[in-house]
């Protein structure tokens, strides 16, 4: 096997071809010098604004799209090849620009060929941004990649000096870029082809060995199929795709676009961008469907938000059967799709619906494979930052719009609408007054089918209406006026169902939510639930005016956006409120509690994951500003909620959405009346508060708000519960633990322990069986702040009582933090063996608890793993763990600064002790300083174990 080249031939094989390209470009003696004269960024901004042409903004946007490559040729060429400046690439890149913007016919295909290869370069710098240390083989990628970049600018240069006039358009144009776009063809397939080989490079860095133990490092990834034979799963937005109308030319250009080379390993993708309700989604799944023969899976991801798209991705993973995949452990299961996607020989299309933000998108983007990418959304920038192509829908003409409806109403009347007939004159008005508008035409329907009209009965009815629509999202008045007059036909029951799924997630709402069982009772406004014959007349209603859809396999309901938008504009503000407080009681209902012992979610995870879009979609709404000048009041219910989710939030380490429900949290809770803001919905949230800012390492507010926590809680003079006392001076104690406040932390676990032995006394317990939890947390920040023997041996205790209980109640995770202390305290004695078998076991408990495997505490017990291991001496080994760990907080190193800091100190520790490593030693140590610093002004000059560990909360420090 040929051996990769090494810098120096890399560095001698850039520099020929860049000597090259100036020898192809020179014309009428012309020179080097006079291109790279033009070497500053803003030279070639400044040909954006001057060009003040119709197709100015093409040229804005290539010129946007070059700053990627810009950007790749200095982190990647410049820093490893001994060139010390753009200069270079900067001037060829400014001469394109120049020709492009100076030509007319041609500017635009040109402009958008160029900013796609920009796009795959980004696709490229974004992989391997997640990679510590670039082997050689990727150097070479990278050099391969600028080379066929230049060699494509250099033609774009050459045809644009010819002398000769572009045509205007059409099959002439065509003919005269058609060597560009093979040059540009044969780029992508280079590009893709070193995405793929940088891909095949760093699995290794991912893979565990088939005789690994859970204790083993997170990820499982590779070059495997679904686990066997298993037929891959084929995901539908709802029902199965049966009829669809028209679009015909955008299927044929969709087929031009992703026609398929046995040949090509790139990976296609197209935008469909239009306004809401024009019918994109229909579109995609149209497309996908008559692909259905041609692939081995199609893979649908809801894309509207982070947690949506999230647990899309989970789901989607759990249907391949692939392996490695957790149900709660999204960051993983990401990770194991996409490297699937990226490697697999099976052939996918996958969709991303309703996306809005594209460095959302980004994150979950497969950047090779046998496949097809397609985004529907709102946002154009999708068309120009990530997809190759993209593709406006906009509404039908009105010839459509009849047809359309015709299409709608055939299965039910049987006939055609007559041709030259009142029928039709009123359908063609109907369709111009709507627009073309297919949601719009698909409601009207909806109502014909209803009512049973002729078209001229609907026609009457909706004539009559006014045209002034005082309310709605719509410009077009007719369009309003018709979601009005759906909506007014509902019934009561009808009316209150929409009204609460408009407050919710739209996709995916589940059908038990409306289901009571056993003793549960529904919510005031949805009484009639509890009567089956009532509840689904009046989703009937829904179904067949076409305002909800069932998906049978799911037993759940979706409802398009614009109709929750439209019903929540449409409503009046009583009504507002009233299905707001509904909705929020139902989620209210189902969502899990704490256990009043552990005062945690451990092992309710999956039920939380269920429902926490529905909390997220609350949140939003309550947000939510409105035109008419209302504003929500929140119920009881919607804030104990939120403290509910809030806490599931903080188990699984999602600070984002965390610190946006706080904060809405805040102000709903303010819109209660003083007899309703409870101490217990106060004294939680500020607790939640608390504890957010200390992960985040802001301990000294963090801490001010844990000590308002427990003052709210003494606020109570009757029906005071001694255990949220003892937790909320635990709480203060480890945060003064975690910031050397040790007098003052002693102070506070003698609080806390004072209230167990209250909370044991309440309960006739003997006074040293309060939880083994509760003593196992007291236990950890004691061993940060007493030297005694007191913690260990509550540690001990509590590892027995874990032990004692039935195996359906064994709180996998509180007995890893217990084995997690046991081991650092073991390594403070020097006893390195056991301290390496309490971190294992550490880790073997939390894996088999079938918990997240990227969490932050596994990557500290492979961050232990790894210390204990250079302790002993064993360089490989440390590395190995610590390295398992640097992939692991990288996950979260913008949030949990500290946990990352301290991994790449110490693997520059390991490192610098190898032969032939001391240079990545030296730069990972820089990292970890400056994160340090930035973190932690205080932390000063002094640079050893401890100070880093101090940046981490003592709970898993």
Same mark, same amino acid.
């Given at each position: 096997?040929?051996?990769?080249?090494?810098?120096?031939?890399?560095?001698?094989?850039?520099?020929?071809?860049?000597?090259?390209?100036?020898? @192809?470009?020179? &014309?009428?003696?012309?020179?080097?010098?006079?291109?790279?004269?033009?070497?500053?960024?803003?030279?070639?901004?400044?040909?954006?604004?001057? $060009?003040?042409?119709?197709?100015?903004? !093409?040229?804005?946007?290539? =010129?946007?799209?070059?700053?990627?490559?810009?950007?790749?040729?200095?982190?990647?060429?410049?820093?490893?090849?001994?060139?010390?400046?753009?200069?270079?690439?900067?001037?060829?890149?400014?001469?394109?620009?120049?020709?492009?913007?100076?030509?007319?016919?041609?500017?635009?295909?040109?402009?958008?060929?160029?900013?796609?290869?920009?796009?795959?370069?980004?696709?490229?710098?974004?992989?391997?941004?997640?990679?510590?240390?670039?082997?050689?083989?990727?150097?070479?990628?990278?050099?391969?990649?600028?080379?066929? @970049?230049?060699?494509?600018?250099?033609?774009?240069?050459?045809?644009?000096?010819?002398?000769?006039?572009?045509?205007?358009?059409?099959?002439?144009?065509?003919?005269?870029?058609?060597?560009?776009?093979?040059?540009?063809?044969?780029?992508?397939? %280079?590009?893709?082809?070193?995405?793929?080989?940088?891909?095949?490079?760093?699995?290794?860095?991912?893979?565990?060995?088939?005789?690994?133990?859970?204790?083993?490092?997170?990820?499982?990834?590779?070059?495997?199929?679904?686990?066997?034979?298993?037929?891959?799963?084929?995901?539908?937005?709802?029902?199965?795709?049966?009829?669809?109308?028209?679009?015909?030319?955008?299927? #044929?250009?969709?087929?031009?676009?992703?026609?398929?080379?046995?040949?090509?390993?790139?990976?296609?993708?197209?935008?469909?961008?239009?306004?809401?309700?024009?019918?994109?989604?229909?579109? *995609?799944?149209?497309?996908?469907?008559?692909?259905?023969?041609?692939?081995?899976?199609?893979?649908?991801?809801?894309?509207?938000?982070?947690?949506?798209?999230?647990?899309?991705?989970?789901?989607?993973?759990?249907?391949?059967?692939?392996?490695?995949? &957790?149900?709660?452990?999204?960051?993983?299961?990401?990770?194991?799709?996409?490297?699937?996607?990226? @490697?697999?020989?099976?052939?996918?299309?996958?969709?991303?619906?309703?996306? #809005?933000?594209?460095?959302?998108?980004?994150?979950?983007?497969?950047?090779?494979?046998?496949?097809?990418?397609?985004?529907?959304?709102?946002?154009?920038?999708?068309?120009?930052?990530?997809?190759?192509?993209?593709?406006?829908?906009?509404?039908? $003409?009105?010839?459509?719009?009849?047809?359309?409806?015709?299409?709608?109403?055939?299965?039910?009347?049987?006939?055609?609408?007559?041709?030259?007939?009142?029928?039709?004159?009123?359908?063609?008005?109907?369709?111009?007054?709507?627009?073309?508008?297919?949601?719009?035409?698909?409601?009207?329907?909806?109502?014909?089918?209803?009512?049973?009209?002729?078209?001229?009965?609907?026609?009457?009815?909706?004539?009559?209406?006014?045209?002034?629509?005082?309310?709605?999202?719509?410009?077009?008045?007719?369009?309003?006026?018709?979601?009005?007059?759906?909506?007014?036909?509902?019934? +009561?029951?009808?009316?209150?169902?929409?009204?609460?799924?408009?407050?919710?997630?739209?996709?995916?709402?589940?059908?038990?939510?409306?289901?009571?069982?056993?003793?549960?009772?529904?919510?005031?406004?949805?009484?009639?639930?509890?009567?089956?014959?009532?509840?689904?007349?009046?989703?009937?209603?829904?179904?067949?005016?076409?305002?909800?859809?069932?998906?049978?396999?799911?037993?759940?309901?979706?409802?398009?956006?614009?109709?929750?938008?439209?019903?929540?504009?449409?409503? !009046?503000?009583?009504?507002?409120?009233?299905?707001?407080?509904?909705?929020?009681?139902?989620?209210?209902?189902?969502?899990?509690?704490?256990?009043?012992?552990?005062?945690?979610?451990?092992?309710?995870?999956?039920?939380?994951?269920?429902?926490?879009?529905?909390?997220?979609?609350?949140?939003?709404?309550?947000?939510?500003?409105?035109?008419?000048?209302?504003?929500?009041?929140?119920? +009881?219910?919607?804030?104990?909620?939120?403290?509910?989710?809030?806490?599931?939030?903080?188990?699984?380490? &999602?600070?984002?959405?965390?610190?946006?429900?706080?904060?809405?949290?805040?102000?709903?809770?303010? +819109?209660?009346?003083?007899?309703?803001?409870?101490?217990?919905?106060?004294?939680?949230?500020?607790?939640?508060?608390?504890?957010?800012?200390?992960?985040?390492?802001?301990?000294? !507010?963090?801490?001010?708000?844990?000590?308002?926590?427990?003052?709210?809680?003494?606020?109570?003079?009757?029906?005071?519960?001694?255990?949220?006392?003892?937790?909320?001076?635990?709480?203060?104690?480890? *945060?003064?633990?975690?910031?050397?406040?040790?007098?003052?932390?002693?102070?506070?676990?003698?609080?806390?322990?004072?209230?167990?032995?209250?909370?044991?006394?309440?309960?006739?317990?003997?006074?040293?069986?309060?939880?083994?939890?509760?003593?196992?947390?007291?236990?950890?920040?004691?061993?940060?702040? $007493?030297?005694?023997? %007191?913690?260990?041996?509550?540690?001990?205790?509590?590892?027995?009582?874990?032990?004692?209980?039935?195996?359906?109640?064994?709180?996998?995770?509180?007995?890893?933090? +217990?084995?997690? *202390?046991?081991?650092?305290?073991?390594?403070?004695?020097?006893?390195?063996?056991?301290?390496?078998?309490?971190?294992?076991?550490?880790?073997?408990?939390?894996?088999?608890?079938? #918990?997240?495997? @990227?969490?932050?505490?596994?990557?500290?017990?492979?961050?232990?793993?790894?210390?204990?291991?250079?302790?002993?001496?064993?360089?490989?080994?440390?590395?190995?763990?610590?390295?398992?760990?640097?992939?692991?907080?990288?996950? #979260?190193?913008?949030?949990? =600064?500290?946990?990352?800091?301290?991994?790449?100190?110490?693997?520059?520790?390991?490192?610098?002790?190898?032969?032939?490593?001391?240079?990545?030693?030296?730069?990972?140590?820089?990292?970890?300083?400056?994160?340090?610093?930035?973190?932690?002004?205080?932390?000063? *000059?002094?640079?050893?174990?401890?100070?880093?560990?101090?940046?981490?909360?003592?709970?898993?420090?």
């Amino acid at each position: 096997m040929t051996e990769p080249e090494g810098d120096v031939e890399l560095s001698a094989r850039w520099f020929y071809e860049v000597n090259l390209t100036f020898e @192809t470009i020179k &014309r009428d003696g012309g020179s080097r010098d006079k291109i790279v004269l033009h070497n500053k960024w803003p030279d070639v901004r400044a040909l954006a604004g001057k $060009d003040g042409s119709q197709g100015a903004g !093409d040229i804005g946007t290539l =010129v946007h799209q070059l700053e990627s490559l810009i950007r790749f040729h200095k982190q990647y060429i410049c820093s490893w090849l001994n060139e010390d400046d753009t200069t270079t690439i900067r001037g060829i890149v400014w001469l394109a620009v120049k020709l492009i913007s100076q030509e007319t016919a041609a500017k635009q295909p040109i402009a958008k060929l160029s900013g796609d290869i920009c796009r795959q370069i980004q696709s490229l710098a974004d992989l391997l941004d997640g990679i510590q240390g670039l082997t050689p083989a990727m150097k070479g990628a990278c050099v391969n990649v600028l080379v066929a @970049t230049v060699t494509f600018f250099t033609e774009v240069i050459n045809l644009l000096r010819q002398d000769h006039v572009f045509a205007a358009g059409g099959s002439r144009l065509d003919a005269q870029l058609q060597n560009l776009r093979s040059e540009h063809q044969i780029t992508k397939t %280079t590009i893709d082809q070193q995405i793929n080989r940088v891909i095949n490079r760093s699995i290794p860095l991912f893979q565990v060995d088939a005789r690994a133990t859970p204790s083993s490092p997170a990820f499982q990834h590779g070059r495997s199929e679904n686990g066997g034979g298993t037929k891959l799963p084929f995901d539908w937005p709802s029902e199965r795709p049966k009829r669809f109308f028209d679009r015909e030319e955008q299927i #044929r250009e969709m087929e031009n676009h992703f026609a398929y080379s046995a040949e090509s390993p790139c990976v296609r993708s197209l935008a469909i961008h239009g306004m809401g309700g024009v019918g994109k989604t229909s579109l *995609a799944c149209k497309y996908a469907w008559q692909q259905r023969k041609r692939i081995d899976t199609m893979l649908w991801f809801k894309s509207e938000t982070a947690a949506s798209l999230r647990q899309s991705f989970t789901q989607a993973a759990q249907r391949l059967q692939l392996p490695g995949v &957790r149900a709660d452990d999204h960051e993983e299961n990401r990770h194991v799709l996409l490297t699937w996607l990226q @490697t697999t020989n099976k052939r996918w299309i996958v969709v991303f619906d309703n996306a #809005r933000d594209v460095e959302l998108v980004k994150l979950y983007w497969p950047l090779s494979g046998c496949g097809q990418v397609l985004v529907t959304t709102r946002n154009i920038e999708f068309e120009f930052h990530l997809t190759d192509y993209g593709m406006r829908l906009d509404n039908w $003409d009105a010839a459509h719009g009849i047809k359309f409806l015709e299409h709608l109403l055939s299965p039910a009347s049987g006939r055609r609408i007559p041709v030259h007939s009142i029928a039709t004159e009123n359908a063609r008005k109907l369709a111009e007054k709507l627009e073309g508008h297919a949601l719009a035409i698909s409601l009207m329907a909806g109502m014909i089918h209803r009512r049973a009209w002729s078209v001229e009965e609907f026609f009457a009815t909706y004539h009559d209406r006014p045209d002034e629509v005082l309310n709605g999202i719509f410009e077009n008045k007719s369009i309003a006026s018709l979601w009005n007059c759906t909506f007014e036909s509902l019934t +009561t029951n009808s009316a209150t169902l929409l009204g609460v799924m408009s407050f919710l997630q739209p996709d995916g709402v589940l059908q038990s939510l409306f289901v009571p069982k056993g003793t549960r009772r529904m919510p005031d406004g949805l009484a009639f639930c509890h009567r089956p014959s009532e509840l689904w007349d009046a989703f009937d209603a829904l179904l067949v005016q076409a305002l909800v859809k069932r998906v049978r396999q799911t037993q759940t309901f979706t409802v398009h956006r614009l109709v929750q938008s439209s019903y929540k504009h449409f409503m !009046d503000q009583a009504s507002r409120q009233r299905n707001f407080h509904t909705a929020s009681a139902l989620i209210h209902q189902v969502f899990p509690t704490q256990d009043r012992k552990a005062a945690t979610l451990w092992l309710r995870w999956a039920e939380c994951e269920r429902y926490l879009q529905h909390v997220l979609a609350l949140r939003d709404s309550f947000e939510q500003k409105w035109d008419d000048g209302f504003k929500m009041i929140a119920s +009881t219910e919607y804030c104990e909620l939120s403290n509910m989710c809030q806490r599931y939030l903080i188990e699984t380490n &999602r600070y984002s959405e965390l610190e946006l429900l706080i904060e809405t949290n805040f102000k709903a809770i303010g +819109t209660l009346p003083k007899t309703e803001q409870s101490i217990a919905l106060r004294a939680n949230l500020a607790s939640h508060k608390g504890q957010l800012r200390c992960r985040q390492g802001n301990y000294d !507010d963090g801490l001010q708000w844990l000590k308002n926590s427990y003052e709210i809680r003494n606020e109570s003079t009757h029906g005071r519960r001694p255990e949220n006392f003892a937790w909320s001076a635990s709480n203060v104690a480890e *945060a003064c633990a975690s910031m050397s406040r040790d007098k003052e932390a002693l102070e506070w676990i003698e609080r806390c322990r004072n209230h167990w032995k209250e909370w044991t006394s309440v309960n006739d317990l003997g006074s040293s069986l309060w939880p083994p939890n509760a003593k196992s947390s007291l236990a950890v920040i004691l061993s940060w702040v $007493d030297s005694s023997d %007191t913690a260990r041996e509550m540690l001990l205790e509590s590892a027995e009582q874990f032990k004692a209980v039935p195996m359906e109640e064994f709180n996998w995770a509180a007995s890893a933090y +217990t084995s997690f *202390a046991l081991g650092r305290i073991a390594r403070r004695d020097g006893d390195l063996i056991k301290a390496e078998n309490y971190f294992n076991e550490a880790q073997n408990s939390w894996v088999l608890g079938d #918990r997240s495997r @990227t969490a932050s505490f596994n990557g500290s017990c492979m961050y232990r793993l790894g210390c204990v291991a250079l302790d002993q001496g064993k360089l490989e080994a440390a590395v190995k763990h610590l390295r398992d760990a640097l992939v692991v907080t990288e996950l #979260r190193k913008s949030v949990l =600064v500290g946990e990352h800091a301290r991994v790449l100190f110490k693997l520059s520790e390991a490192l610098d002790r190898m032969r032939g490593k001391g240079p990545e030693a030296a730069r990972l140590r820089i990292q970890a300083e400056a994160m340090a610093t930035k973190l932690r002004p205080s932390v000063g *000059a002094a640079r050893i174990e401890a100070d880093f560990d101090a940046l981490v909360g003592c709970m898993w420090r």
